[in-house]
Nanobody
Framework: QVQLVESGGGLVQAGGSLRLSCAAS????????MGWFRQAPEKEREFVAG??????????YYTDSVKGRFTISRDNAKNTVYLQMNSLKPEDTAVYYC????????????????????WGQGTQVTVSS
């Protein structure tokens, strides 16, 4: 079992920055693929950013709308994955969720919610115009 706890959400003006953190329990964190998703009111949960497992070099991938503005990273020593969000826009407003994929393979592009095994409780990000 893996437990994920997000933090770092809040209210920020357009153009501002936030860094979300996701602390994971478990000793196999580095072998999991990690992802960030978001869900705005009355919308489906959507993929934001992902990172392959550590043994695959931890390559990253992003949805087009956040490329160049968001960065996913991980600190395996701290069992934590981050989402640095810069140049925030009102349309980035959503609840952001951290997710972990434990089942093989963990090296590919995992962009659908069903591809992940564990989820955090979410953290609210609100960007004002």
């Amino acid at each position: 079992q893996v437990q994920l706890v997000e933090s770092g959400g809040g209210l920020v003006q357009a153009g501002g920055s936030l860094r979300l953190s996701c602390a994971a329990s478990g000793r196999t964190f580095s072998s999991h693929a990690m992802g960030w998703f978001r869900q705005a009111p009355e919308k489906e949960r959507e993929f934001v950013a992902g990172m392959a497992d550590n043994w695959s070099g931890g390559r990253t991938y992003y949805t087009d709308s956040v490329k160049g503005r968001f960065t996913i990273s991980r600190d395996n020593a701290k069992n934590t994955v981050y989402l640095q969000m810069n140049s925030l826009k009102p349309e980035d407003t959503a609840v952001y969720y951290c997710a972990a994929r434990a089942r093989y393979p963990t090296t590919g592009w995992h962009t659908a919610p069903y591809e992940y095994d564990y989820w955090g409780q979410g953290t609210q990000v609100t960007v004002s115009s």
